[in-house]
C-alpha cells in the first residue's frame, strides 16, 4: 500500500514560465522544481482527465505491437519493487508485452481489491507509441530527447539515483515523489551498488514503515527530504544525482519522462560514473587505509576540487586527459582504458 507522506519541505513550484526562462532559470539552477500545469494541454492528458479507458483507448490507437519492458508483483508485494527475502533476486517479474496487453490488465486489475502491480518500465515511446510525440510534444527540452513511457497501476519505486537530469510528466494518475539531496546517502541505506531492482542502487528502507532500530540515521534523511503530489498535467525537475522515492498512488497511473546527461544542449554522450565508481572499487577498495587516503587527495585535486585548475602549468597542447574533455579526447580514453583492461 502507498506510505503515509513525509511532512517534510515542500519541492518549489513554479507555474506559467515560457520555455526560455524554464531553460534558464530553472533547469540550469539544477534544483528539484514543480512544473505545474506543464503539459496540461497534452492531448493524452485531456483522455486521461475523462477516464482510464478513453486513455487506453487513445494509447491502444498509437500502439504499433512492438514489445514493451513490463513488471509485475503479487499482491503480497502491495507493489513495492524489492528484492526477495535473501536479496539473491528481486520480488517481481519482468516481461516482454505489447503494451496493449498491459494496458488491458492494468484496467482489469483496478476491479480487485488487492491486485498484482504491474507496470511498463521506462520503455522508449517513439518505439511503441508512433505519433504520440508529435501530438504530445514538449518543445521546452527539444526532439533529440527521447520520451519515455511508465504506466501502471500502484506501484512504488524505491528510493533511488540517476546519473541523468529528469523532466517526469505526469499524464494520468497521481504520483508523490520524495527527493533527498545527493549528501543524504549516508542516511539512506543503500543496498548493493551491482545487483538493484532499478538501474541504479536503492534505498533499503521501506518508507511505508520505517525501521528505525535497524535504519535510525534514516531520521535525519527526512528531515532533510522534499516531497511533492503532482496531479495530471505536472512535471518535476529531478536534479541527476538526487535520490527520489516514486509511488504511483492511482489505479491507473502514466508518466512520461526526459533523461539527458551533463548541459542540456551538450548533445555528447557522457560515460558512466557509476561505472567510474566501481572501478575505483576494484582498484582501491582492497588498499591499506594510508594509501586510500592519498588517493582521496589525488581525486579531491584532479577530480572534485571546483576552485583549482590543476593543469594550468602544463602547455594547453601537452594536457592530454587533464585537457578539455572534447569527443575526441573521450574516444582516446576509452581506448586507452580498454587496452589497459585486458
Not at 506510505?3 to 534544483?31: F, H, M, N, W
Not at 518543445?139 to 517526469?168: C, M
Not at 527526512?222 to 492511482?250: N, R, T
Not at 502514466?254 to 533523461?259: E, G, I, K
Request: glycine share 6%; hydrophobic share 45%; with cysteine.
Amino acid at each position: 500500500m502507498p506510505s503515509q507522506p513525509i511532512t517534510t519541505t515542500p519541492i518549489p513550484e513554479v507555474t506559467g514560465l515560457d520555455d526560455e526562462t524554464l531553460r534558464r532559470e530553472v533547469i540550469a539552477g539544477a534544483r528539484p522544481t514543480i512544473l505545474r500545469g506543464l503539459v496540461k494541454h497534452w492531448p493524452a492528458v485531456r483522455h486521461g482527465l475523462a477516464s482510464p479507458l478513453a486513455l487506453a483507448q487513445y494509447l491502444a490507437d498509437h500502439d504499433n505491437g512492438s514489445q514493451v519492458h513490463a513488471v509485475m508483483t503479487p499482491p503480497d508485494q502491495h507493489g513495492r519493487l524489492f528484492y526477495n527475502a535473501d536479496m539473491s533476486g528481486f520480488n517481481f517479474m519482468r516481461n516482454q508485452l505489447p503494451l496493449s496487453t498491459v494496458l488491458e490488465q492494468v484496467l482489469r486489475y483496478s476491479a480487485f481489491p488487492n491486485p498484482p502491480a504491474v507496470a511498463v518500465q521506462s520503455s522508449p515511446i517513439p518505439d511503441c507509441l508512433p505519433g504520440f510525440v508529435d501530438e504530445n510534444p514538449l518543445p521546452l527540452l527539444g526532439r533529440s530527447i527521447v520520451p519515455r513511457i511508465w504506466l501502471g497501476n500502484a506501484i512504488t519505486t524505491p528510493a533511488h539515483f540517476d546519473e541523468s537530469s529528469n523532466i517526469a510528466c505526469v499524464v494520468a494518475g497521481r504520483r508523490r515523489f520524495t527527493l533527498f539531496p545527493p549528501e543524504q546517502i549516508g542516511n539512506l541505506y543503500i543496498g548493493p551498488l551491482d545487483h538493484a531492482p532499478t538501474g541504479t542502487p536503492i534505498s533499503l528502507v521501506n518508507f511505508a514503515a520505517p525501521d528505525f532500530e535497524r535504519f535510525p540515521r534514516f531520521r535525519e534523511a527526512i528531515a532533510a527530504a522534499q516531497v511533492a503530489e503532482l496531479e495530471p498535467g505536472d512535471a518535476i525537475l529531478i536534479p541527476a544525482l538526487w535520490w527520489h522515492h516514486v509511488e504511483s498512488l492511482a489505479g491507473f497511473n502514466m508518466l512520461v519522462n526526459y533523461w539527458w546527461r551533463g548541459a542540456l544542449a551538450a548533445g555528447d554522450p557522457v560515460p558512466s560514473a557509476l561505472d567510474a565508481l566501481l572501478h575505483v572499487l576494484l582498484c582501491l577498495k582492497s588498499l591499506p587505509a594510508e594509501e586510500r587516503r592519498g588517493w582521496a587527495a589525488i581525486f579531491e585535486h584532479y577530480v572534485f576540487d571546483a576552485g583549482r585548475d590543476a593543469a594550468a602549468h602544463i602547455p594547453a597542447n601537452r594536457r592530454g586527459a587533464l585537457g578539455e574533455m572534447t569527443p575526441e579526447l573521450r574516444e582516446r580514453l576509452r581506448a586507452l582504458l580498454k587496452e589497459r583492461m585486458r
